[in-house]
């Protein structure tokens, strides 16, 4: 069974045919090839694979791509300015050191900008609670939720 | 992922139909339990009739005394809602506490009900309020909605639609979380209302139960320590690599104290 999609990935209109168990992050990775959105678990718990999906983070190894027919896609290379400078919590990560090996980062961003969204000036405690949905094996998270935290003062500015 | 079929159902009575002509076919809500089940083949459903397309299966009224969710209606919808942040602060909470952000923005209550997990939080919600199951066939109470791991009364062609929860004098939840999956290794909820108290628990067994020991001690004291000494029998309660049945029976009684506890403070 073959059905056809027609979605908003980072402001651009795609369609595709696709198989109804083809996963939405499959669809992302090998279909458009963005391929800065993760599969870390492919069981819906370690977050890297995040994205957002109608304005909200979600994680994409755990919906069909058939289930965002219509949707509004953004993934990490949509939050990026075309001018080759980074988004305002891509550069706090960086400044902050959030990341060692960088596989979560892009979900952690994913999801600390959708956090952002929803607190603008979150807590240390609220950080921590809100990114519970995405692990790290590296960092101890310190340095990501002080990235978070500078993350969205600059977001602000 | 193994290959099925999908079907996007245009209403209730078209996904019903969809049930009732193929009995391998399940309901996709958000999917959030079912996929991952999929990708294990823990399910192996040959077609999936998603019911993300039907609008009035999704929102939250305040109705006279009482405050109806549509099944639809996902986690951060509930948890994020001002009417029901009023009415019953600690459904708001409960919603707000399952699974990580990600998963509440697409997990849906419906979902949770149908599955019946024996650590999900919202049955726990569900019991504990004396709510009431609305599906396309009838009306189900809670107590007689759940019965047993995994198992609801729900036929093979039927849908919930909606809860309709009666809004207490006062309620509370505290559940003592999975760190990594925060599903409830025990949760318990209780509230008081004119029909009286109910306290119910989740995760601590194979299916969500009441504790009539408690219900009646918090009838005649609404107070924490009416349920502090009550302790359960851990010989129906659930072992396994989380935790004991002895330690789930003991902290049946210490989220009973805590949960009376939030309902008196009122958050």
């Known amino acids: 069974m ?10 651009k209109a795609v369609s595709a045919d696709v198989e109804p168990r083809t996963l939405l992050v499959d669809f992302i990775r090998s279909n458009l090839n963005l391929t800065g959105t993760h599969v870390g678990c492919d069981t819906a ?9 109608n304005g909200n983070a979600v994680k994409c190894c755990n919906m069909l791509a058939v289930q965002a027919n219509g949707a509004q896609v953004v993934t990490i290379e949509g939050v990026t300015p075309s001018n080759g400078t980074l988004h305002p919590m891509q550069a706090a990560f960086r400044d902050h050191h959030g990341l060692q090996c960088g596989f979560c980062t892009p979900g952690m961003v994913m999801s600390a900008i959708d956090l ?11 950080v921590r609670a809100e990114l519970d949905g995405n692990i790290c094996r590296c960092t101890g998270y310190h340095n990501i939720v002080k990235a978070v935290r500078a993350g969205a003062a600059a977001m602000k500015g | 992922m193994y290959a099925f079929n999908y079907h996007k159902a245009a209403s209730v009575s078209d996904a019903a139909a969809k049930l009732s002509a193929n009995g391998d076919a399940k309901l996709l809500a958000g999917g959030q339990t079912l996929l991952a089940a999929m990708k294990l083949r823990l399910a192996s459903p040959n077609e999936l009739v998603d019911l993300s397309g039907i609008a009035e299966l999704a929102g939250i009224k305040v109705e006279g005394s009482g405050i109806v969710i549509g099944a639809m209606t996902r986690h951060a919808d509930v948890a994020g809602s ?22 509440r923005n697409v997990g849906t209550l419906g979902g949770s009900l149908a599955n019946n997990d024996p650590a999900a939080d919202y049955p726990a919600a569900v019991v504990g309020l004396g709510a009431t199951v609305n599906t396309n066939k009838r009306k189900i109470a809670a107590d007689s909605f759940f019965t047993g791991m995994y198992g609801t009364v729900l036929e093979v062609d039927e849908i919930i639609t909606s809860v309709s929860f009666l809004i207490p004098n006062r309620a509370g ?31 601590a067994g194979p299916c969500v139960f009441r504790v009539p020991a408690m219900e009646s001690a918090l009838a ?48």
Not at chain 1, 116 to 126: C, G, L, N, R, T
Not at chain 2, 84 to 99: D, E, N
Not at chain 2, 180 to 201: D, I, K, M, P, Q
């Open chain 1, 45 to 53: 718990q370690c977050g890297a694979c995040t994205i957002h999906l």
């Open chain 2, 82 to 103: 001002a009417e029901v942040a009023i009415a019953i602060p600690a459904l708001a909470k409960l919603a707000g506490g399952i699974g990580d952000r990600m998963v």
């Open chain 1, 116 to 126: 952002v969204h929803k607190h603008p000036a979150p807590s240390e405690e609220q």
């Open chain 2, 173 to 203: 939840y505290m559940k003592f979380p999975n760190p990594a999956s925060r599903y409830a290794v025990v949760g318990v909820f209780v509230s008081e209302s004119a029909a009286g108290v109910r306290v119910a628990v989740t995760g």
């Open chain 2, 220 to 267: 005649s004291t609404f107070a924490p320590e009416s349920v502090a000494n009550i302790s359960i029998a851990a010989d129906a309660l659930s072992s396994d690599m989380h935790a004991s049945a002895e330690y789930r029976a003991h902290l049946v009684s210490v989220m009973a104290k805590r949960a009376v506890a939030d309902a008196i403070s009122g958050r």
């Open chain 1, 2 to 11: 073959m059905l056809k999609i027609s979605l908003t990935v980072n402001n």
